[in-house]
């Protein structure tokens, strides 16, 4: 469960550096941030999926 947060975590960070990027004009960075973003979301959902919620 700790990596699913960890992926995250980096996800929700280059999702607001891509809008960062965005208001600066910053477009190598907005190439970078998203990509980021699309890759760390999809492992976190992925990982979220295959390991699933731990039991309590």
Known sequence: M???IIF???ALLAG???ISALKNKNFLG???GLG???VF???AVMTF???G???M
Request: charged residues 0%; without cysteine.
């Open 2 to 4: 700790g990596i699913v």
């Open 8 to 10: 995250g975590l980096v």
């Open 16 to 18: 607001f550096g891509t």
């Open 30 to 32: 907005v190439l970078f």
């Open 36 to 38: 980021s973003f699309l």
């Open 41 to 43: 979301g999809w492992f």
């Open 49 to 51: 999926i295959n390991s």
């Open 53 to 55: 919620y731990p039991a």
